[in-house]
């Protein structure tokens, strides 16, 4: 399965169309199929660790930030304070329309973006899901990761 993008373009000097390919985003060390998902407006869930250890879940957005795993969040939130004690994350993510489609992916962020910059991945974040620009009326940071393993699989 490949979500590669295909465009038509003139070749230079000829008229002729020539087709040209856009490679599904994110590093290609991880499988395509995780990549194809997390760059689909697919509904992921995050896995931080609370300070007592335990685990704790919940759902979110995710892209990808050139090769990180982005995602975004208050700077106040659970996760976030998890993060700031922990930076291990693990993200697990299906298709919306073939639940048999998933990956999970795991790392460590390595990134907080906040402010200007912030804002400019939880607006590219925001539109792949909604079609519009994050609302402004709460601060919003985003959490670049370096992923270490992903895992991919569909059983349909």
Do not use: Q
């Not at 304070?81 to 390595?110: C, F, K, Q, Y």
């Not at 200007?116 to 991945?121: E, F, K, L, M, P």
Request: proline letters at 8%.
């Amino acid at each position: 399965m490949t979500n590669a993008t295909v465009t038509m373009s003139s070749a230079a000097g000829n008229g002729r169309p020539r087709m040209t390919t856009t490679p599904t985003p994110g590093p290609t060390t991880v499988p395509e199929l995780a990549r194809d998902l997390v760059a689909g407006p697919h509904l992921a869930h995050l896995a931080t660790l609370n300070p007592d250890g335990s685990p704790h879940t919940v759902p979110l957005w995710v892209a990808w930030e050139g090769d990180r795993l982005a995602f975004l969040t208050g700077p106040r939130s659970r996760k976030a304070r998890n993060i700031d004690r922990d930076p291990r994350v693990a993200v697990s993510v299906a298709h919306t329309e073939r639940p048999w489609e998933m990956a999970s992916l795991s790392g460590r962020v390595e990134s907080v973006l906040v402010g200007g910059a912030g804002w400019a991945v939880v607006d590219r974040i925001s539109r792949a899901y909604t079609g519009a620009d994050y609302p402004r009326g709460e601060e919003r940071i985003a959490f670049l990761v370096d992923v270490e393993h992903a895992t991919a699989a569909s059983f349909g």
